[in-house]
């Protein structure tokens, strides 16, 4: 058996175990199916949690709370956080990384699940608006840390947003509303950018057609508090 057939039989055996424990109704037999696992196998279960809630609206609830359980019990495994990407899976895992406070919680890669989520270029507006509105509930304290983390490639969230997910279609009010208010958030602390990541953003730039004007320029001149000029010169 390949080290990969190996892998996918442990995955398979610990969504078996999963089912049966989901089947038993017993919490801590369910937590205790979720505990015994590794990372990956972890993540394969809460794989299926959020797939069966997607494919049965009416237990919804119910898969969505089994995850935060199992989550707030036992910890978020690093293997979900880049599959964190969209609004969707965002949405289902909210209760988790709030009970678990995992908001900063990073991957192998050192990011948090808002660089994946800003960075996915198959949802090319992230819900900035979502994620500022989270930012006003009482447990937010993770979430402004997590804005402030560093990936290794020393780019912030909003970072990867600008070199990995940039077009020049503008953003509707409330979204670029709420971008300037996620930026503000993370600078609350007198931290400051690193210009040396504008170099990054040029090459961002460079695909795209902007004029002097554009919304994309003043967003990246706010975030790194430099003039447009500047910015409008680089490409």
């Not at 809460?46 to 709370?65: D, R, V």
């Not at 800003?118 to 304290?141: K, T």
């Not at 460079?206 to 919304?215: G, I, N, R, T």
């Amino acid at each position: 058996m390949t080290s990969t057939q190996q892998g996918k039989s442990l995955h398979e055996q610990a969504i078996a175990d999963f089912i049966l424990a989901i089947r038993s109704k017993d919490l801590d037999k369910i937590r205790h199916a979720y505990a015994k696992h590794e990372d990956l196998a972890q993540a394969a279960q809460l794989k299926f949690c959020f797939e069966t809630a997607q494919s049965q609206p009416s237990n919804y609830e119910h898969y969505q709370n089994i995850a935060a359980q199992c989550i707030a019990a036992h910890g978020l495994p690093t293997g979900v956080i880049a599959g964190l990407n969209n609004s969707e899976r965002i949405t289902f895992f909210m209760p988790a990384l709030q009970a678990s406070e995992a908001f900063a919680k990073t991957n192998h890669q050192g990011n948090t699940f808002l660089h994946a989520l800003f960075a996915n270029p198959e949802q090319p507006l992230p819900p900035f608006n979502f994620i500022r509105s989270l930012l006003l509930f009482e447990r937010n304290e993770s979430l402004v840390k997590a804005l402030r983390v560093r990936n290794q490639n020393n780019f912030t969230p909003i970072e990867c947003y600008f070199i990995y997910n940039l077009n020049n279609s503008p953003l509707p009010e409330h979204e670029l509303t709420a971008l300037f208010a996620l930026i503000e958030a993370q600078r609350a602390d007198n931290s400051q950018p690193d210009a040396r990541n504008i170099h990054h953003v040029k090459s961002a730039l460079e695909k795209l057609s902007c004029d002097k004007d554009s919304q994309t320029l003043l967003v990246i001149a706010s975030y790194y508090q430099t003039p447009v000029e500047s910015l409008h010169h680089l490409h």
